[in-house]
């Protein structure tokens, strides 16, 4: 699917607002609008394609949905001064409901989700398709706007929750609960499951599966604590046979290696020659081609942001006295003085824009490797083609982990952390260690954390840990140094929501915006 879901035809749906003029309401009768479209396959997977194009798109995946997670996190530190204002607002903890990041990736996601709406409710019509395909396809919709409204509610907390296309402004809608999202949820990830292949063929791997839909529903089940539920789910992707960790730690990042045994869900995206569409839904022959996340994040690029001092320091070195310098230190970071470009080019202090870090009392430049094209190339502009992995196997393996610690199974729960350590290319020695003894609930909980941020670091995934630690009250000490209690819990609902939304007043804003 790598570029059929690119080059398929790409619709723009969302919601049509009232005009001032009546002229302005009259229809061209030549174009294309949701009333006239979906009345056949073609044209159903043509828009299932568009949802897809929306989260692959400078406003999500490609850019700004690493921003905002990244931001929020303590895995990064500006890159120097030429971190754009709002991307360091969030970093530093003083954005507001004016954020502009924020506010795009609010309004990407519900673009996303009024095209996916779009597809489901108008798809009645289509019968020249087997069911079984047009199954799959609305249930590749149904995952993709749960996805969006998984991302919104872990960040923002209840949201208005549309489950139908909305034609009107008049059809705005107020803020849900949070419970009401979560419950929509699970009801959707648990119907879609069965109506999605556990695998594709070459020509359309990128497509949500049955493995997404659970590890999707596990994240869900695990943001709301509800242990022994993500349990299960975790369980039946352990369970498929069909996962299973790379002997390569670095493979899950590179561009030769998608689609890996590890991977359950990747965006795609694929080299079209340094074409990086800007566009932020996702619009147009070429859009969402590329990711311009190597440019952003690259040594050589530039070097927005760059690993924290906290995150270098977490991981075990023979430094600091540890049995075995982890091997995804290296595999992580770029450093001064290492080799690049096939092997053909060292890198220099002079290369690396900005800040330096401070590592074991060492003033040093420290980029991030993770998703960089630096590997086999020389540029000073670097956009491409390497997919962007939302979830994989690892990530089940702990949260395994970390719901067997929280049933009380301490036991199994250290069997599944020795072995992401036991990895071909990381093999560390295993649980329980100097640092870390696991002969209690609480060390093999520090243990969970530590494997989780070391093996996971850079890949969105910290963010939203440390919104579930906190949220589930298992948080010893807060990790973020800004941190406001009844405040920065939650993201606010962006300006232009509250403007534009009649159903949303400034008291129903987030605590302490």
């Known amino acids: 699917m790598k570029r059929n879901i690119i080059l398929g035809s790409l619709l723009l749906f969302g919601i049509i607002f009232s005009c001032k003029e009546d002229v302005l309401e009259k229809t061209n009768p030549n174009g294309v609008t949701v009333e006239n479209y979906y009345k056949n396959g073609a044209e159903l997977t043509s828009g299932v394609t568009s949802v897809y194009s929306m989260l692959k798109s400078n406003n999500l995946v490609a850019r700004e949905w690493f921003f905002l997670h990244d931001m929020r996190s303590d895995d990064m530190a500006a890159g120097g001064g030429q971190l754009e204002t709002p991307r360091n607002q969030l970093l530093l903890g003083t954005h507001d409901s ?45 995952f993709l706007r749960a996805y969006a409204y998984y991302e919104l509610v872990s960040m923002w907390g209840g949201v208005p929750l549309y489950k139908n296309y909305v034609l009107t402004v008049d059809g705005s809608l107020p803020r849900s609960t949070d419970a009401e999202v979560y419950a929509y949820l699970v009801s959707e990830l648990q119907e879609i499951q069965g109506q999605l292949p556990a695998t594709y063929d070459a020509a359309n791997q990128g497509r949500v599966t049955k493995g997404a839909a659970q590890m999707l529903l596990a994240r869900v089940f695990m943001q709301k604590g509800d242990y022994a539920s993500a349990k299960t789910e975790l369980l039946k992707l352990y369970d498929s046979k069909v996962y299973a960790l790379v002997d390569n730690y ?6 030769e290696t998608e689609f890996n045994k590890e991977s359950i869900f990747e965006v795609n995206f694929y080299p079209s020659g340094g074409v990086y569409n800007w566009d932020g839904d996702g619009n147009g022959a070429t859009a969402g081609t590329e ?7 690259s040594a050589i690029g530039w070097r927005n942001v760059i690993p924290s001092n906290g995150l270098l320091a977490e991981f075990e070195k023979t430094t600091k006295g540890d049995a075995k ?28 824009n900005g800040s330096s870090s401070v590592v074991d009392g060492v003033t040093q430049k420290i980029s991030w490797q993770k998703y960089s094209l630096m590997y086999k190339m020389n540029e000073s502009f670097l956009t491409g083609g390497i997919n962007q992995r939302i979830m994989r196997f690892a990530e089940t393996i702990l949260s395994l982990a970390e719901v067997e610690n929280e049933l009380g199974n301490t036991a199994q729960a ?9 990895r071909k290319s990381v093999s560390m020695p295993a649980y329980p260690t100097a640092k870390y003894p696991v002969g209690s609930k609480d060390q093999v909980f520090a243990a969970i954390m530590h494997e989780r941020r070391v093996e996971l670091s850079g890949e969105q995934i910290r963010n ?7 949220k589930n009250s298992k948080l010893k000490t807060e990790p973020i140094a800004y941190f406001q209690a009844n405040k920065h819990e939650l993201l606010p609902i962006p300006q232009q929501e509250v403007d534009n939304n009649a159903k949303i007043e400034a008291k129903d804003q987030n605590p302490g915006y």
Do not use: C
């Open 98 to 142: 004016g954020n502009s990041v924020m506010g795009t990736v609010w309004l990407a996601y519900y673009r996303l989700i009024h095209r996916a709406n779009s597809v489901v409710d108008n798809s009645t019509a289509v019968s020249d398709i087997a069911p079984a395909d047009k199954a799959r396809l609305l249930a590749e919709a149904r």
């Open 250 to 255: 670095n493979d899950n990042f590179l561009e």
């Open 291 to 297: 990711t311009v996340r190597t440019q952003e994040y």
């Open 325 to 352: 310098t982890d091997p995804r230190y290296d595999d992580s970071f770029y450093f001064t003085g290492e080799k690049y470009n096939k092997g053909a080019s060292t890198l220099t202090d002079g290369q690396q």
């Open 414 to 422: 250290v069997q599944y952390l020795n072995m992401i350590r036991a």
């Open 464 to 470: 939203r840990d440390i919104l579930r630690w906190r």
